[in-house]
């Protein structure tokens, strides 16, 4: 499955009776779009056959493991919502993983990545986090020594800008990693803008 999916399996023994009269067994499988508004794929199989979702809210039913899924419906956010309430506050929040880029050789964000930081912020403050990760990472252009430096003064550079915006310090844990953990793996002395990154993590 995509890894920006999320699929949403509930079982609605109960729930069932309320919608359709009957009391037979059944799960519902419902693609959601991620927090970016990405929505990948996922494929639902039984016995009897499979059915392909793709589209952000489309759901099927499956009454019996025998059974052939139901053919797809979009439902409505908002019936999402009203049916699924229970469901979904008592669902964790799925870490999001932001990526932050900088000019070659510095810890100066990339005019692109510095608009970031405002929906960044927004995302904090909807989810209340309190556990956000900070790692630091550079391209294979100069020394792991400089790399390592330079490394630690992004994901620095980075936690003192979140604070400056009112984020609690003590939520953020901060790491580097210089050039060992590339996006994109390239031969040594090799500049590559992906790998000049922080990757942030709110939980």
């Known amino acids: 499955m995509n890894n920006h999916v999320r699929c ?4 609605l023994p109960i729930l069932l009776f309320a919608l359709c009269g009957c009391s037979s067994p059944r799960s519902k499988f419902v693609l959601l779009p991620s927090p970016d508004g990405h929505v990948g794929n996922v494929t639902v199989a039984s016995k009897a056959g499979e059915i392909h979702l793709a589209k952000p809210f489309e759901s099927i039913d499956l009454f019996y493991p025998d059974d052939r899924p139901s053919q797809p419906v979009i439902m409505t956010e ?9 469901a979904l506050e008592a669902q964790p929040t799925a870490p999001l993983t932001f990526l932050l880029y900088f000019e070659p050789g510095t810890s100066r964000l990339t ?7 405002p929906v960044i912020i927004d995302y904090i403050r909807k989810v209340h986090s309190s556990d956000i990760s900070i790692s630091g990472h550079t391209d ?29 310090a003590e939520s953020l844990e901060v790491a580097s ?4 953990l590339p996006l994109i793996n390239t031969p040594e002395g090799v500049p ?7 990757e942030l993590v709110v939980r």
């Open 8 to 11: 949403l399996l509930i079982s």
């Open 78 to 86: 908002a019936e999402f919502n009203s049916t699924f309430k229970d």
């Open 111 to 117: 005019p692109e990545s510095a608009k970031t930081l």
């Open 140 to 168: 294979k252009v100069g020394s792991r020594d400089v790399n390592v430096r330079i490394s630690r003064e992004r994901a620095n550079e980075v936690a003192k800008l979140l604070t400056s915006m009112g984020v609690v």
């Open 177 to 180: 990693h210089g050039m060992e």
């Open 192 to 198: 590559e803008p992906r790998n000049r990154r922080v």
